[in-house]
């Protein structure tokens, strides 16, 4: 395990930006578990894409809208990064890599630098499809974020019934939980827990 301070912090980044999104989508189109109970996505093709127009929008302003119909690859997109988002949380990047290669093999990525400030790199260009251009653009920010170890604020809730990630930017590194309702939940599942034991205890 590297310590987070040893590492360089994200910055805000267009990289980092798309990270942040493949986080988000995956928390609000992944299918598991959210906060104790089954997580299931938008049924409806048009929910599902104004759910990630807006998360897009709000991570990079000049995205290409996602279409109706490109509704299913979106969903299996999100899939994907929820598992493969899951593994980083995990530290296990044997397993991770091959997902990150898999979803760059697939297009052709556009690397260019943006031509007016913030001078940003950007993996596509908006000849591309939404999902393509996501999919090129998460999978190589994810990359970029491997091989310079800050996958390291990626973490997975720890309550039950959740699998929902997030970014840790705490120093100490040591949150644990993906909101405040995952924690309280927690908190009395431990309650309830040391109850139990000293009722055992006491009989
Ligand atoms: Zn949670």
Redesign the pocket.
């Given at each position: 395990m590297v310590l987070k301070g040893m590492m360089t912090r994200p910055s805000g980044s267009h990289r980092d930006q798309l990270v942040m999104a493949a986080i988000a989508l995956t928390n609000l189109l992944a299918p598991g578990y959210?906060?104790g109970v089954r997580f299931t996505p938008p049924a409806d093709p048009a929910e599902t894409v104004s759910t990630a127009n807006a998360v897009c929008e709000h991570f990079y302003r000049k995205q290409v809208p996602f279409t109706e119909d490109e509704a299913e690859r979106l969903l299996g997109l999100a899939g994907r990064l929820h598992e493969l988002l899951l593994d980083l949380a995990d530290d296990d990047l044997p397993t991770a890599v091959p997902k990150i290669n898999a979803l760059l093999a697939e297009f052709p990525a556009q690397l260019h630098l943006s031509s007016t400030p913030p001078w940003s790199l950007h993996y596509q260009d908006h000849s591309a499809s939404a999902v393509e251009g996501w999919q090129v653009g998460c999978g190589a920010a994810l990359a970029s974020w491997v091989s310079s170890g800050a996958t390291q604020y990626i973490s997975r809730?720890a309550?039950v019934r959740?699998d929902?990630v997030f970014f840790d930017d705490t120093r100490s590194g040591t949150r644990r939980?993906?909101?405040p309702?995952?924690q309280n939940r927690d908190k009395v599942r431990a309650y309830r827990l040391r109850q139990a034991i000293a009722n055992e205890n006491a009989n």
């Open positions: 959210s906060n809730c309550a959740c929902r939980f993906c909101s309702r995952c």
